[in-house]
């Protein structure tokens, strides 16, 4: 059927209609040095295994992009998956969350909620010796688009039946699996032509599971970070996984089976989610109490992690353990907009510590803890200065509630006594699995919590909201995780039925996301998460105080 067109970077060149774009790439891949995964044909994701049938722009995605991160990931857990298929036949792979540069992952036992099988040194040894020899085979991955009835059919016969539950509630009738060597498995998203790709990762034993190690490029260089535990971060994963247990929920399709039997069910869990959050706020407060020398307490957390919500809960049990708290707003402390500092692109960076006025906000607490009153700073946003603010004076017993992204920052507070400090980290830190292998980035929860609240609070469309996020979760790396292990207590602001809620408000405004701009493809991937989940619609049971209100609106809090 003649020839195709292929535009890379102003160069054309010509393929035949139905051939892929996987020659192209290693002949780009050789010029510009960087491992190419994938592509984008006209602002849509294609592999590069599958038949072109259309002429476009072509750019293409590397490992070093969240994109071709993401493919690369979905790759590796593919072969993990298959071998520990093969390595232990009545046992599963259970990948939970991100712990650094890496994946925790369990192997358990087959079926819902299976016990978990601590793997021996051998054990890792042995994972890893199979997930090389699919490396060295290259197998050729085979995407097959097979009716809903027959995927369901095909994960039943294998004994895959979380993946049995996930497709019960999807509303497409067709499914696309993934196939390399014999072994089927189904991924939201895209994977890399073959298992010759996957070379580079680690595995390391820990807790009762193992980590898998991602690749990162540094300066042009693919590379495995070495594992650095996260003691604390780890604890609250587990707590997580309880909560699940308690609730009987073990991924997303059990999610939706308690959504399918109506509005008591969904009551019910609402209930004991919350119960849940305000158990563990509870014993944040009493942790603070019965450390007697705490006289401030700062909160920090990354973009929609419901760090104010939280602050404002912490603050009515700190009131009904009998203290009497106080808060001080770090954005007053701003410095004046010409003394604001700029990033890289000449932009002001509003998040950088050089922003805040740290002289100034340690001189404050430093007067208000010795017993002096203390005139307040007050930043105007609309004329970018400080203004003089409120006098504030506090008793020897009373605390003061900090809230902001820097507060984990040894900086930010170096002239206060490290015994005088409580210092929380709060995040959607953990959330609910779309099965075994499939797991729900927390990042991506945190971008729809602030898409719906950009939306209705202010002002701002979903495309906004995606333009700015590349920026947002920059600094966030920069300026937040690096000191999350620095905190006395961690809050997962997570909750197991947001999705379902959120999905009524985002989809909306995912939907008229322009096909033909860079960010479609963003925006129809966070569509495509949406589809696994059954809508919540009833949201009058939620309560006014529940940290998803933040988002939603009728909040009981005032911000």
């Given amino acids: 059927m003649g020839k195709l067109k292929m535009t890379v970077e102003g160069e054309e060149y010509e393929i035949p209609f139905g051939s892929t774009l996987e020659e192209i790439a290693k002949t780009y891949e050789e010029r510009i040095g960087k491992v190419i995964l994938g592509a984008q044909l006209n602002n849509s994701i294609v592999e590069l295994f599958r038949p072109i049938t259309r002429s476009g722009e072509v750019s293409f995605i590397t490992l070093d992009s969240q994109d071709g991160l993401r493919i690369y990931q979905r790759g590796l857990f593919f072969i993990l998956h298959a071998s520990i298929r093969k390595l232990y036949k009545n046992?599963?792979?259970?990948?939970?969350h991100s712990i650094g540069h890496g994946v925790y992952c369990e192997i358990r036992e087959n079926g819902k909620n299976g016990k978990i099988v601590e793997p021996t040194a051998k054990d890792i040894e042995n994972i890893v010796s199979e997930m090389n020899r699919w490396v060295v085979c290259d197998y050729k991955f085979q995407k097959n688009e097979l009716l809903n009835s027959e995927a369901i059919e095909l994960f039943a016969s294998t004994g895959m039946y979380d993946k049995v539950k996930l497709l019960k509630y999807r509303k497409k009738k067709t499914v696309k699996v993934y196939e390399a060597d014999n072994h089927f498995d189904y991924f939201y998203g895209y994977m890399p032509p073959s298992t010759g790709y996957l070379k580079w990762f680690k595995v390391v034993k820990y807790g009762q599971g193992f980590v898998l190690l991602l690749p990162r490029v540094v300066n042009n260089q693919v590379v495995v970070p070495d594992f650095k535990p996260f003691p604390k971060l780890s604890g609250i994963f587990l707590e997580y996984s309880r909560w699940l247990e308690i609730m009987d929920i073990d991924n997303v399709g059990d999610l939706n089976e308690v959504i399918s039997k109506g509005e008591r069910s969904v009551n019910d869990l609402v209930i004991l989610t919350e119960a849940l959050h305000e158990?563990?706020?509870?014993?944040?407060?009493?942790?603070?109490?019965?450390?007697?020398?705490?006289?401030?307490?700062?909160?920090?957390?990354?973009?929609?992690?419901?760090?104010?919500?939280?602050?404002?809960?912490?603050?009515?049990?700190?009131?009904?353990s009998g203290f009497r708290p106080v808060t001080i707003s770090l954005d007053d402390y701003f410095v004046d907009r010409e003394r604001t500092p700029r990033d890289e692109n000449g932009n002001y960076d509003f998040e950088a510590l050089e922003a805040i006025d740290v002289e100034l906000f340690n001189k404050n607490l430093v007067d208000l803890f010795s017993g002096k009153e203390v005139e307040l700073p007050k930043f105007d946003f609309v004329s970018g200065r400080r203004t003089r603010g409120s006098k504030l004076k506090i008793d020897k017993d009373q605390i003061v509630i900090v809230e902001g992204i820097h507060g984990l920052n040894p900086k930010l507070t170096e002239r206060i006594k490290e015994n005088l400090k409580f210092e929380i980290y709060a995040s959607a830190l953990a959330q609910l699995n779309l099965d075994n292998v499939n797991r729900l980035h927390t990042t991506d929860i945190r971008l729809f919590r602030r898409m719906v609240r950009d939306s209705k609070f202010r002002g701002?469309?979903?495309?906004?909201?995606?333009?700015?996020?590349?920026?947002?979760?920059?600094?966030?790396?920069?300026?937040?995780f690096p000191y999350q292990e620095n905190a006395d207590a961690m809050f997962n602001s997570a909750l197991i039925y947001e999705l379902p809620v959120l999905k009524i408000y985002a989809e909306p405004l995912l939907a008229v996301v322009p096909d033909n701009i860079p960010e479609s493809t963003e925006a129809n991937r966070l569509l495509k998460i949406l589809d696994y989940f059954l809508p919540i619609t009833n949201i009058e049971d939620i309560p006014r105080t529940s940290i998803i209100r933040e988002f939603i609106g009728r909040s009981a809090f005032k911000y």
């Fill in 91 to 96: 046992y599963t792979i259970k990948v939970l």
């Fill in 460 to 480: 701002h469309d979903a495309l906004a909201t995606l333009k700015m996020w590349e920026n947002v979760r920059s600094g966030e790396e920069k300026n937040i």
């Fill in 279 to 320: 158990k563990r706020i509870a014993m944040i407060s009493e942790e603070i109490r019965r450390r007697k020398s705490v006289r401030l307490v700062l909160i920090a957390g990354p973009s929609s992690s419901g760090k104010t919500t939280f602050s404002k809960r912490l603050m009515v049990q700190l009131k009904a």
